[in-house]
């Protein structure tokens, strides 16, 4: 048997493993649930006659979670070169259920149907964290050495910011320069992109300072509407002109600079706002720097409250730098490709998102990672389901990435 095949003979058990895991509920206790320790004990149980050289836990400390833990797993064959890590890394956490009644089926009770698995979590990010956990198992089945030693991650936290999951393990020094890193938490239904990039998540809240008063009477005041209002005008031109560079990776393939929430100012009608509060969601090309943007903004800002009278002041929300984009021609984007060449007899291309995955602290850390699997992009919706035909698939690709040869 081949490594393919004998992930192929290993599908009723992946669907049995998901199944039962999407039963144990895995939620952030900032959304409301208990943590990732009864999940992580289950596949640490599940997993445990593997065969696997070494399995260990890497938890962080949270005293709001179950077990006041926040657990991450770690599992290695030991490969020829025991210098490198080939890893594949992926979330236990899932986001809570959402509206209920738009469920067809209890999302903790998965229902295997049509030649799909229902549930919370099946896709984001239970099928990739089987997948890689069933590569594994093939490869030690198979008793052929990877040339790396083989590293499958499951980490907490991803989905509330990754501060108890990836970045902990990032702080712990587990990640070596050589090594090479996948991070299935992104794809298409085709199964044809690869993500090297992301954009920077840049957030601004702009605050417009007037003078209120009786709206009769409004030169006594100083609206603060009218001073945002022109404001958001003037900024949103000028950061379009000045940060127009294009990045053909990205779809968009520009920084985009869109004005969203707008508080409340006043409950009522009859007065000339004292103040005003809109916030920016940009999303930034790596060409780009964040710094340089807030930099326009001070400037436009001083200009219209002079020319207004008000003062508007410009602040960061929530505010980070993307690390560089992976090396198109880096080892780990050559095996991904080759392997889903090989798999899907499919040629992928090289993409950047504007979301935000595990990847980005990796790449921080000065580590190439790609980010690959396929899905039907049903994730955080009513109705979740993984595809057991992509959970096999994507199994297979991750086996092949051990071996340079086959
Ligand atoms: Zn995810």
Redesign the pocket.
């Known amino acids: 048997m081949n490594l393919s095949e004998t992930v192929e003979s290993l599908k009723d058990e992946m669907v049995k493993a998901m199944v039962e895991m999407l039963r144990i509920e895995a939620i952030s206790p900032e959304s409301g649930g208990k943590g990732e320790l009864k999940r992580a004990e289950f596949l640490e149980k599940w997993m445990s006659g593997f065969g696997f050289d070494e399995i260990k836990r890497c938890d962080a400390e949270d005293s709001r979670a179950e077990g006041e833990v926040r657990p991450n797993i770690i599992a290695t064959i030991y490969g020829k070169n025991r210098e490198r890590t080939i890893w594949v890394i992926s979330?236990m956490d899932t986001v809570p259920v959402g509206d209920i009644s738009k469920w067809e089926t209890d999302p903790f009770d998965p229902v295997v149907r049509d030649g799909k698995i229902y549930g919370r979590g099946a896709e984001?990010?239970g099928q990739s964290l089987i997948a890689s956990m069933y590569a594994a198992k093939a490869i030690i089945d198979s008793g052929m050495k990877p040339d790396y030693n083989f590293s499958v991650a499951f980490v907490s936290d991803?989905e509330t910011g990754s501060k108890y999951g990836i970045q902990h393990l990032v702080k712990l020094g587990l990640f070596k320069k050589d090594d090479l890193v996948v991070v299935p938490?992104h794809g298409v239904p085709e199964g044809n992109e690869i993500e090297i990039a992301e954009k920077s998540i840049y957030w601004v809240k702009v605050t417009t300072y007037g003078k209120q008063t009786h709206s009769s009477i409004p030169h006594t005041g100083i609206n603060a509407l009218r001073a945002g209002s022109r404001y958001l005008v003037e900024v949103d031109r000028a950061l379009h002109e000045r940060f127009s560079e294009r990045n053909e990776l990205f779809s968009p393939p520009i920084s985009t600079f869109e004005p969203t929430k707008k508080e409340e100012n006043q409950p009522n009608i009859n007065a000339v706002p004292g103040e005003d509060v809109f916030y920016f969601d940009m999303r930034i090309i790596p060409e780009h720097n964040i710094a340089d943007i807030m930099g326009l903004m001070n400037e436009v800002a001083e200009r219209v409250s002079k020319e207004t009278g008000a003062r508007i002041v410009p602040e960061v929300y929530r505010g980070e730098q993307s690390p560089p984009p992976t090396p198109p021609d880096s080892e780990v984007v050559m095996r991904l490709s080759r392997a889903i060449e090989k798999v899907r007899e499919i040629k992928p291309k090289l993409v950047g998102i504007g979301g935000g995955t595990c990847a980005a602290y990796i790449r921080q850390a000065g580590i190439p990672a790609a980010v690959w699997s396929t899905i039907d992009e049903t994730?955080h919706q009513a109705n979740e389901y993984c595809k057991i035909e992509n959970l096999v698939n994507d199994a297979k690709v991750f086996a092949l990435l051990g071996f340079r040869q086959i």
């Open positions: 979330h984001d990010n991803e938490d994730m």
